[in-house]
């Protein structure tokens, strides 16, 4: 079962402009990560945040998390068209990690 | 240092056979994670194999079986093959003992059955 379900699940923007991806969650959580993944290939690991954490930047990626709601954010700035992918969030539980069902990005060039 | 790697890249087998699917972890990571991942969906995780033994299980039933060997690699076996276990079946290594839970994937095995 998914743990995770993102929203939206399909998006579609220029380049340049910012994508927000969401994350919901069922569970209390250890952290909370955020992968990539081209053309049905491995999944590139992006960003980390524990739960105790509020906010988390890397590069051009922001992400939040809202324990009290359950719920995390990824924010990509200026988005390039090598952007374009699958984003999964994945909760943590003690080294059991559930992966949500994804956000299929596409960045026109 | 090197990365995950998986065998066979591909492999295609008729319903009822047997298949084994290889997993190399990143030097230095004890712990191996394995998921399926069904086209269009989130990784399912199967289970996880920490220092050769078994770690936790997802909803799988018992022919979905696995090894870790001394060397932190490891293998997938799916017994009496069916249909729906056509995806693509990804492994992840970490090195558990320093608590960093970021997992490396490898780039996968896609499976279909006949």
């Known amino acids: 079962s998914q743990q995770g379900e993102e929203d939206p699940q399909a998006l579609s923007i220029q380049e340049g402009e910012n994508a927000t991806m969401n994350c919901s969650y069922k569970?209390?959580?250890?952290?909370l990560q955020w992968y990539r993944q081209n053309s049905g290939r491995g999944l590139v690991h992006l960003i980390l945040?524990?739960?105790?954490?509020r906010e988390k930047h890397s590069g051009r990626l922001r992400v939040t998390l809202d324990t009290s709601k359950k719920s995390s954010s990824l924010l990509i700035t200026a988005s390039r068209a090598a952007d374009t992918a699958s984003y999964f969030c994945?909760?943590?539980?003690?080294?059991?990690?559930?992966f949500g069902t994804g956000t299929k990005l596409q960045v026109i060039p | 240092e090197t990365g995950v790697t998986q065998s066979p890249t591909h492999l295609i087998k008729t319903r009822g056979q047997q298949v084994t699917l290889r997993c190399s972890s990143q030097?230095?990571?004890?712990?191996v994670s394995w998921y399926q991942q069904a086209l269009g969906q989130g990784p399912q995780f199967i289970f996880q194999?920490?220092?050769?033994?078994?770690?936790g299980r997802g909803n799988f039933p018992p022919r979905f079986s696995g090894l870790q060997f001394p060397n932190y690699s490891s293998e997938l076996n799916v017994n009496a093959l069916e249909l729906d276990d056509s995806a693509l079946y990804l492994c992840?290594?970490?090195?558990?003992?320093?608590?960093?839970?970021?997992?490396?994937f490898g780039p996968g095995t896609r499976l279909l059955v006949l």
């Open positions: 992840a290594s970490s090195p558990r003992d320093r608590e960093q839970e970021t997992q490396y």
């Open positions: 569970t209390s959580i250890n952290n």
């Open positions: 945040i524990r739960s105790n954490e």
């Open positions: 994945a909760t943590d539980v003690y080294q059991k990690v559930t």
């Open positions: 030097s230095g990571h004890n712990t």
């Open positions: 194999y920490y220092r050769e033994e078994e770690n």
